[in-house]
């Protein structure tokens, strides 16, 4: 994701906060609210990115739109730290750099998984069982994505792998 390696730092500090404050699930549902309001609003995404738009009006931006979405005073001034600094456009990498940081913290591992049909309960937890061991994790999530274009089979990415066992 692009900005992830600059927002990487931010989005550790923030992580580390909210777990010193048992608040990491609530902030990491706060960042996903905020980096989609950002997403899909064409004139803040333009705004952040900016680089002529002056610190302080990013910043006030940033706190405006965090009061509307009424996140927590955490997660505000993160956003309104993030502006401040010139990377309010990267909030959406922040936030994919928390999540990633919780799963890795949790034992959790997200796959994204494209097959042919939709999968069997029983075959989604063989997928789930056989990935967790082979990759070391206590949890698999798996984001299943039915892609026509594969004959059969499936295609897991996690964790930087990739199995194909897919038939296209």
């Known amino acids: 994701m692009p900005g992830e390696s600059a927002a990487r730092p931010y989005a550790r500090a923030l992580w580390e906060l909210a777990k010193e404050r048992g608040r990491v699930d609530a902030v990491g549902r706060e960042l996903t609210v905020v980096a989609e309001a950002v997403e899909r609003t064409p004139e803040l995404r333009d705004l952040f990115a900016r680089p002529w738009v002056a610190a302080s009006v990013k910043q006030a931006v940033a706190q405006d739109v965090t009061a509307r979405l009424e996140v927590s005073p955490l997660t505000r001034d993160f956003f309104a730290l993030l502006a401040r600094q010139g990377r309010g456009d990267q909030i959406g990498a922040a936030a994919a750099v928390y999540h990633e940081l919780v799963d890795q913290d949790l034992g959790r591992l997200r796959a994204r998984v494209r097959t042919a049909v939709p999968l069997t309960d029983q075959e989604r937890e063989r997928l789930r069982d ?39």
């Open 130 to 168: 056989r990935l967790g061991r082979a990759l070391g994790a206590r949890q698999v999530i798996l984001q299943e994505t039915v892609d026509r274009s594969l004959l059969g089979g499936f295609v897991a990415e996690a964790g930087g792998y990739l199995v194909d066992a897919s038939l296209d």
